[in-house]
């Protein structure tokens, strides 16, 4: 069936270090792949998308590319900041005939200063 | 723009209690979903709602309905709350469009069940 894989966490890192997230899927067709951000106590948000092979969504100095060939979405980030400490969950959806995201586990970042 | 809306955004039941959690989007969006959050688990989705009128069943929808009062209102209702049921419930929405659109997040609601 569909799936999303992602690291487990919790990562932590200091303040300006390099960020990878790893997200790798299992989907029929060409799905749309998602990152969203949670930050504590809110609602998840959209962080970036893409939406076909090769495709690299970035927003906030975030960015990850849909790769066909190895089924993987990892995100990155070259320096990360504290205000960056939440909880990212990689995302899949069908381009037609269902309705349904499927979502990862969820991977816990806490940055120090 | 207050985007999509859930309340209470906590909530203390007991073991057998009833209740209706609320959600509701100004964004005009036809599709619409309720996710629970666990540890370790991530969202899974217990319904959602094409359009309105329409209601499916999601990965896990046993102790749970769900009602599309309309194009803004898709409520999850626990008919009788078992402590399984603690966690932490979100309410989405999605624009019209193809696959490529994302979904949009309430804040959530955290129930506990004793």
């Known amino acids: 069936g569909n799936s999303v894989t992602q690291m487990e966490g919790p990562v932590t890192l200091s303040e300006e270090a390099f960020l990878t997230i790893n997200c790798t899927y299992t989907?029929?067709?060409?799905?749309?792949l998602f990152w969203y951000v949670q930050y504590p106590g809110e609602g998840l948000q959209l962080l970036l998308k893409?939406?076909?092979?090769?495709d690299k969504g970035s927003n906030k100095g975030f960015e990850a590319t849909y790769r066909k060939e190895t089924t993987s979405f990892h995100l990155e980030k070259g320096s990360v900041q504290v205000s960056d400490s939440a909880v990212y969950f990689c995302?899949?959806?069908?381009?037609?005939?269902?309705?349904?995201?499927?979502f990862g586990t969820g991977t816990r970042l806490k940055v120090l200063a | 723009n207050a985007g999509v809306t859930q309340t209470p955004k906590f909530q203390v039941l007991k073991t057998g209690q009833s209740m209706t959690l609320q959600c509701a989007q100004d964004?005009?969006?036809?599709?619409m979903y309720w996710y629970r959050q666990d540890p370790g688990m991530g969202l899974r989705l217990i319904y959602y709602?094409?359009?309105?009128?329409?209601?499916d069943k999601g990965e896990v929808p046993n102790g749970y309905n769900v009602s599309r009062l309309n194009k803004r209102e898709f409520s999850l209702r626990l008919e009788s709350a078992a402590p399984s049921q603690t966690s932490v419930y979100f309410c989405?929405?999605?624009?019209?469009?193809?696959?490529?659109?994302?979904?949009?997040f309430g804040q959530g609601t955290r129930l506990t069940v004793v």
């Open positions: 964004m005009n969006h036809n599709s």
């Open positions: 989405a929405s999605r624009r019209p469009g193809t696959g490529n659109t994302e979904a949009f």
């Open positions: 893409a939406t076909k092979a090769d």
């Open positions: 995302a899949l959806r069908w381009t037609s005939g269902t309705y349904k995201y499927i």
């Open positions: 709602s094409a359009s309105e009128g329409t209601t």
């Open positions: 989907a029929t067709g060409y799905p749309s």
